[in-house]
């Protein structure tokens, strides 16, 4: 994930800028990639490749943070949203076998919608 779309996936998310700003966007990817492939972050290319360098258990331990599957109903879970509808997109892009490309403009507004959604039928 490029780092434009990770800072992306935190618009209006005011409580989590220290994360935006001091997190690794690679854990946002391990998150992804383990979605799409539906595998455990672990066999996740990016961890392997840190595996000689010592990075790898620290990569795996920051993303349980979002990979949580009970991370409340705070900014963290809406952040966990972002990341969940970002790699539905990416997986539809690969099985339909079109570019790798992922609007993080289509999934902040989807999300922030549903957020909202709750709030407005309650009025």
């Given at each position: 994930m490029s780092a434009t779309h990770w800072s992306r996936l935190f618009e209006e998310l005011s409580g989590l800028i220290c994360?935006?700003?001091?997190?690794d966007p690679r854990i946002a990817s391990i998150i992804v990639w383990s979605d799409v492939t539906r595998a455990e972050a672990p066999q996740c290319?990016?961890?392997?490749?840190e595996r000689g360098r010592g990075d790898a258990r620290l990569l795996t331990?920051?993303?349980s943070a979002l990979h949580e599957t009970d991370i409340g109903r705070g900014e963290r879970f809406r952040?966990?949203?972002r990341l969940s509808l970002y790699a539905i997109q990416l997986a539809a892009a690969c099985d339909e076998n079109r570019p790798l490309c992922v609007s993080v403009r289509t999934i902040v507004d989807e999300e922030t919608?549903?957020?909202r959604a709750p709030?407005?039928?309650s009025s």
């Amino acid at each position: 994930m490029s780092a434009t779309h990770w800072s992306r996936l935190f618009e209006e998310l005011s409580g989590l800028i220290c994360m935006r700003n001091r997190a690794d966007p690679r854990i946002a990817s391990i998150i992804v990639w383990s979605d799409v492939t539906r595998a455990e972050a672990p066999q996740c290319p990016i961890v392997k490749k840190e595996r000689g360098r010592g990075d790898a258990r620290l990569l795996t331990s920051r993303t349980s943070a979002l990979h949580e599957t009970d991370i409340g109903r705070g900014e963290r879970f809406r952040l966990r949203q972002r990341l969940s509808l970002y790699a539905i997109q990416l997986a539809a892009a690969c099985d339909e076998n079109r570019p790798l490309c992922v609007s993080v403009r289509t999934i902040v507004d989807e999300e922030t919608r549903s957020h909202r959604a709750p709030h407005l039928r309650s009025s």
